[in-house]
């Protein structure tokens, strides 16, 4: 298993997020991928269902940037 950055999809709600970039672990051999359980842990955290609730697009759309910017590493030249 290697660490790789994949892209995330995961429904809150009816509005599908997406995540680039995501830590995840690549089985070199049969190429099974598993997502790096502390950044799904904090993910759920940024997207629980109380984070959700009530919130107009606009701030949906920042909580969206919000977690690409809190998962991506430093270093990353985007
Ligand atoms: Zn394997």
């Given at each position: 298993?290697?660490?790789?950055?994949i892209a995330y999809y995961t429904w809150l709600g009816d509005e599908l997020i997406t995540v680039p970039?995501?830590?995840?672990w690549v089985?070199?051999?049969?190429?099974r991928c598993e997502y790096d359980e502390n950044a799904l842990t904090r993910l759920t955290l940024l997207l629980s269902p109380n984070a959700g609730k009530n919130l107009s697009s606009n701030l949906r759309l920042r909580k969206r940037e919000n977690v690409k910017s809190k998962?991506?590493?430093?270093?990353?030249?985007e």
């Amino acid at each position: 298993m290697h660490r790789q950055y994949i892209a995330y999809y995961t429904w809150l709600g009816d509005e599908l997020i997406t995540v680039p970039d995501f830590p995840a672990w690549v089985c070199d051999i049969c190429g099974r991928c598993e997502y790096d359980e502390n950044a799904l842990t904090r993910l759920t955290l940024l997207l629980s269902p109380n984070a959700g609730k009530n919130l107009s697009s606009n701030l949906r759309l920042r909580k969206r940037e919000n977690v690409k910017s809190k998962l991506q590493r430093p270093s990353q030249p985007e």
